[in-house]
């Protein structure tokens, strides 16, 4: 299928690539099927999750690991299940980032760790888990 991208202009997507968010995305609801796409040399830091339903959506998505960060959280039974999850490694963790347009001067990335997106790669299928509040364990490594 084809979609065009505000961002990446005019791409073909393969329909065994489209992921499936049974429950859509909190505020999208209604828009429950996406891919995974990155820019043209990009190296996969940043990965761009597009809309496959409304080509004018397409949020910025990268790995917790990508900043320093580990941090892991409980899935319930029925998301398990949403997800058609049997193996933990078959899920994937990555969060939103957008710029930081509020602070002057700033040019540093906001990482949304309230709600992350875990994605079963065997089954094309996600979620997005909100968290009502942290009281997980984050941590924090130094790359040098």
Same mark, same amino acid.
């Given at each position: 299928?084809?979609?065009?991208?505000?961002?990446?202009?005019?791409?073909?997507?393969?329909?065994?690539?489209?992921?499936?968010?049974?429950?859509?995305?909190?505020?999208?609801?209604?828009?429950?099927?996406?891919?995974?796409?990155? =820019?043209?040399? #990009?190296?996969?830091?940043?990965?761009? %999750?597009?809309?496959?339903?409304? $080509? @004018? /959506?397409? +949020? &910025?998505?990268?790995?917790? =690991?990508?900043? #320093?960060?580990?941090?892991?959280?409980? %899935?319930?039974?029925?998301?398990? $299940? @949403? /997800?058609? +999850? &049997?193996?933990?490694?078959?899920?994937?963790?990555?969060?939103?980032?957008?710029?930081?347009?509020?602070?002057?001067?700033?040019?540093? /990335?906001?990482?949304?760790?309230?709600?992350?997106?875990?994605?079963?790669?065997?089954?094309?299928?996600?979620?997005?888990?909100?968290?009502?509040?942290?009281?997980?364990?984050?941590?924090?490594?130094?790359?040098?």
């Amino acid at each position: 299928m084809k979609i065009e991208s505000p961002v990446l202009g005019a791409i073909e997507v393969a329909d065994d690539k489209v992921i499936e968010f049974p429950a859509g995305l909190p505020g999208f609801e209604h828009l429950r099927r996406f891919v995974l796409l990155h =820019e043209e040399g #990009g190296a996969g830091k940043v990965l761009l %999750l597009q809309s496959v339903d409304d $080509a @004018s /959506l397409t +949020l &910025s998505l990268t790995g917790p =690991e990508q900043i #320093g960060i580990t941090y892991e959280f409980p %899935l319930s039974d029925d998301e398990v $299940a @949403s /997800l058609r +999850l &049997s193996r933990p490694e078959d899920a994937v963790v990555a969060v939103v980032v957008r710029k930081d347009t509020e602070a002057p001067g700033s040019t540093g /990335l906001h990482a949304n760790f309230m709600a992350p997106l875990v994605i079963n790669i065997k089954q094309q299928r996600g979620l997005q888990k909100v968290i009502d509040k942290l009281d997980y364990d984050i941590v924090l490594r130094v790359h040098g």
